[in-house]
């Protein structure tokens, strides 16, 4: 499986809570990427702190400031 990114978080277009919530509904973004390259499915409600996703070790809310991307997983 292939992760493939849909929105980079850069300093002209930064991640935000409309901006995940609008490609979720538009583009089927279903994933994460982490700054640490690590890329995780996302889960329930988005809030304007941070992005709940699913963990090896359950759940876990990461903030924006360490979202590298947002995209789907493609086999």
Known sequence: ??????????????????????AQDTQGVTHIRTTRGEVF????????????VMT???????SYKHLESVGGIVE
Not at 3 to 12: F, G, K, L, M, V
Not at 15 to 20: A, E, Q
Not at 56 to 62: A, E, P, S
């Open 1 to 22: 499986m292939t992760y493939i990114p849909s929105i980079a978080n850069t300093p002209e277009t930064p991640l935000t809570k409309g901006l995940i919530k609008a």
């Open 56 to 62: 090896t070790h359950g759940q876990k809310n990461i």
């Open 41 to 52: 499915p996302m889960l329930g409600w988005i809030n304007h702190a941070t992005v709940p």
